[in-house]
């Protein structure tokens, strides 16, 4: 098939490069023209792990290209993916402009039925007022909008494409459910699942999924803080409760919380539509996710401080991640970041060392080179993100770096037995402290 992928940031630029690699033919559209003529080499502008690659082979075929011109896929395509980004508002609602822009762009543009499928992230009710604008723009074209969520995590993004969990179609018409199944055809044939909708369930599975892997975070988040009051250790509880099938392991890790660019504005979004339709009982539980969240990150910062002796003004502290989690370089809404600047805030020098991510625009924090580099003469030193870089350190040869040997482990991914060994003091959030 012939298939147009509009806006190629992470979520577009993985989906366009799976469609090719799912046999179909496909130009992806962006507005930046930096970023086309990076793609159009077969090199990526993110960190994604196997990205590059995928580009790179889909380039070469001429099966994949990138464009700015939408009068090249407008009548080319059998069906349009909608990819813009759809970011929090000052309101706390999704911000649309940019699937608007889209639809005011393409829909003059069109002549012959096409179908244009949403995979942006959007409230409940988006995909009906986009129906009402290409039928005003293109009347007569035969346009029908279906939605088709994406549930791509970054880090994976790459195989969550090429071997989705589910596939979710909401449509209105059997043809426009026909043509999205030859779009998938290949991960069907593999028996991958496929849930059939009305538009609505479809807009809103994704943000329902966000929710509640959000509001599993926020739960074992919330034990941890009663383990650390009553002497308990949150790992082993979540291990254990892990083992139920009704509640499971994943997303029961304590730390830091959920970041991002995509879970903290998809749940926010969704209290905020939430309270729109008034159904304040889902916008007030969520408001209470959301609550839990930011305090873990409050409360790292508390306990760096606390281990300075209550006063961070003029100590050195050193802060291994910035990225909101391994296996990427996105900083969007990073757990990490935002405990290196409250601490900033109250007098500290911090520096932070990332192997991806770039922090030369934070304010208040020195970018480090190197572990070394930012350990050095480090009064403490928090693990922010659980690269797998930092669960090989050996903690005997950092010891001599810092000026105080005291590490929180603010992932509870390290070794605190061997890290202890070594001379350290360590601290993890909801787990016996380990005194060096």
Not at 35 to 54: A, K, Q, Y
Not at 149 to 160: C, I
Not at 412 to 433: M, T
Request: charge should be negative; charged fraction near 20%; glycine fraction near 10%.
């Amino acid at each position: 098939m012939k298939v147009a992928v509009i806006g190629t940031n992470y979520l577009g630029a993985a989906h366009a490069a799976g469609m090719a690699e799912f046999g179909h033919d496909v130009i992806g559209v962006e507005i930046d023209p930096r970023r086309v003529e990076v793609l159009n080499t077969g090199r990526s502008t993110i960190f994604e792990e196997g990205l590059e690659p995928l580009l790179a082979k889909h380039t070469a075929s001429g099966r994949l290209r990138f464009t700015t011109d939408y009068a090249e896929i407008a009548d080319w395509a059998d069906v349009h993916f909608v990819c813009v980004g759809t970011p929090q508002s000052d309101s706390g609602a999704a911000d649309l402009s940019q699937v608007r822009a889209v639809v005011d762009t393409l829909g003059p543009l069109l002549t012959r039925p096409t179908v244009v499928a949403g995979k942006s992230t959007v409230p409940v009710g988006t995909a009906p007022a986009l129906q009402a604008r290409f039928d005003k723009l293109a009347p007569g074209a035969g346009v029908e909008v279906v939605w088709n969520p994406e549930f791509l995590r970054e880090a994976h993004a790459v195989t969550d494409t090429l071997r989705p969990d589910r596939i979710v179609l909401g449509a209105r018409t059997p043809a426009a459910l026909a043509t999205m199944r030859d779009v998938y055809a290949l991960p069907l044939s593999e028996g991958v699942p496929v849930v059939e909708c009305d538009i609505a369930t479809a807009e809103l599975i994704k943000v329902a999924a966000n929710a509640f892997l959000a509001t599993k975070i926020s739960f074992i988040n919330a034990m941890a803080q009663m383990c650390q009051a009553a002497g308990g250790d949150v790992t082993l509880l979540a291990d254990a409760i892990g083992y139920d099938r009704r509640i499971g392991r994943e997303f029961l890790n304590a730390g830091l919380g959920f970041g991002g660019g995509c879970l903290p504005k998809d749940i926010a979004a969704l209290s905020a539509r939430a309270s729109e339709l008034g159904v304040h009982v889902l916008a007030d539980f969520i408001g209470a996710v959301q609550s839990i969240n930011d305090d873990q990150r409050r409360e790292i910062a508390d306990l760096a401080e606390a281990s300075l002796g209550g006063d961070a003004r003029g100590q050195r502290v050193a802060v291994l991640g910035a990225a909101f989690k391994p296996g990427t370089d996105d900083t969007r809404n990073s757990p990490a970041l935002t405990v290196a600047e409250l601490l900033a805030a109250r007098g500290a020098h911090v520096t932070v060392f990332d192997p991806e991510a770039s922090v030369e625009s934070v304010p208040g924090v020195t970018a480090s080179a190197s572990v070394e580099e930012c350990l050095k003469d480090a009064d403490v030193v928090l693990h922010l993100t659980e690269w797998p870089l930092f669960r090989q350190l050996d903690p005997a040869a950092l010891i001599g770096l810092v000026r105080r040997p005291v590490l929180i482990d603010g992932r509870l991914k390290l070794d605190a037995a061997k890290w202890r060994s070594a001379g350290w003091s360590v601290i993890q959030p909801g787990r016996p402290a380990l005194e060096g």
